[in-house]
């Protein structure tokens, strides 16, 4: 049994032979159990939702600002977007393509960076 990034403990494979055993065990540390990874996205696209619509939510954002798209297996997109210190991640999950995962990301940004604010 290890511990996630959430805290959550959960059993970690083993395998006879594996040569990449400790990236394996360092990637497994580092992120969320899978029940914890979809409460996250839930909880993401009901943020998202409630922010701006693309073409400002777009603007807004600081000049800088990175994003780095990933094509998964399943056929969706995961993402990430960094600016001014603060970085956001966004599951897209089915059919939703790179373009809407650039939008949610930016939402979860403004949000992010919002609340970043109130808490200083
Ligand atoms: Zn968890």
């Known amino acids: 049994m290890l511990t996630r990034a959430c805290g959550h403990q959960q059993e970690f494979q ?21 029940a914890c990874v979809a409460k996250l996205a839930e ?15 777009l603007k807004s ?7 780095s798209l990933t094509y998964l297996a399943d056929d969706s997109w995961t993402g990430t977007l960094s600016a001014g ?3 956001v991640e966004f599951a897209g999950g089915a059919g939703a393509g790179p373009q809407s995962v650039v939008v949610s990301l930016a939402r979860l940004w403004l949000a992010a960076s919002g609340n970043a604010d109130q808490n200083s």
Do not use: N, S
Request: charged share 35%; net charge positive.
């Open 61 to 67: 954002l600081p000049a800088g600002a990175r994003v």
């Open 14 to 34: 083993h395998y006879a032979v594996d040569k990449y055993r400790a990236q394996r065990q360092a990637k497994f540390e580092k992120t969320r159990c899978a």
């Open 43 to 57: 909880e993401q696209q009901r943020l998202a939702a409630a922010l701006p619509k693309k073409g400002e939510v």
């Open 85 to 87: 210190g603060i970085e």
